[in-house]
């Protein structure tokens, strides 16, 4: 079960980390990237960041781009939350297929 603390920071977590891809994709014309959600360990050391991209053929060369650049996201949002934060969470980062895996349970209702 997720503290009130954890849920305020995963919040924050999320906001700042979707105004940093909004400011980096809008160099890539084409290529949406969307934090669908942000989990925060109890401790709050380790953040996992699930993303949602568009078009999702690209998820996995971008998420593997992100993952090299993990530090230099880390450190953009540190300089963004230190004044909410006092140490930012190591960033780790998933690709959300929900959204995929809806497609493909509609799809199969239609064909029936």
Same mark, same amino acid.
């Given at each position: 079960?997720?503290?009130? /603390?954890?849920?305020?920071? *995963?919040? #924050? !977590?999320? &906001?700042? $980390?979707?105004?940093? =891809? ?21 401790? %709050? *050391? !380790?953040?996992?960041? +699930? $993303? ?10 971008? %998420? ?9 996201? /880390? +450190?953009?949002?540190?300089? &963004?939350? /230190? +004044?909410? #934060? /006092?140490?930012?969470?190591? #960033? *780790? =980062? ?6 995929? +895996? ?5 799809? $199969? #209702?239609?064909?029936?």
């Amino acid at each position: 079960m997720e503290t009130t /603390r954890q849920a305020k920071i *995963s919040r #924050l !977590i999320q &906001k700042e $980390l979707s105004e940093i =891809f909004r400011q980096q994709t809008a160099k890539t014309h084409g290529v949406i990237i969307t934090v669908s959600a942000v989990r925060v360990s109890p401790d %709050l *050391s !380790i953040a996992r960041a +699930y $993303l949602s991209v568009f078009p999702s053929d690209k998820g996995a060369i971008l %998420l593997e781009s992100i993952n090299r650049s993990a530090q230099q996201i /880390r +450190y953009e949002l540190a300089q &963004k939350v /230190r +004044y909410q #934060l /006092r140490k930012t969470p190591e #960033l *780790s =980062f998933f690709i959300d297929d929900s959204l995929d +895996y809806i497609e493909h349970i509609d799809n $199969l #209702l239609k064909d029936k």
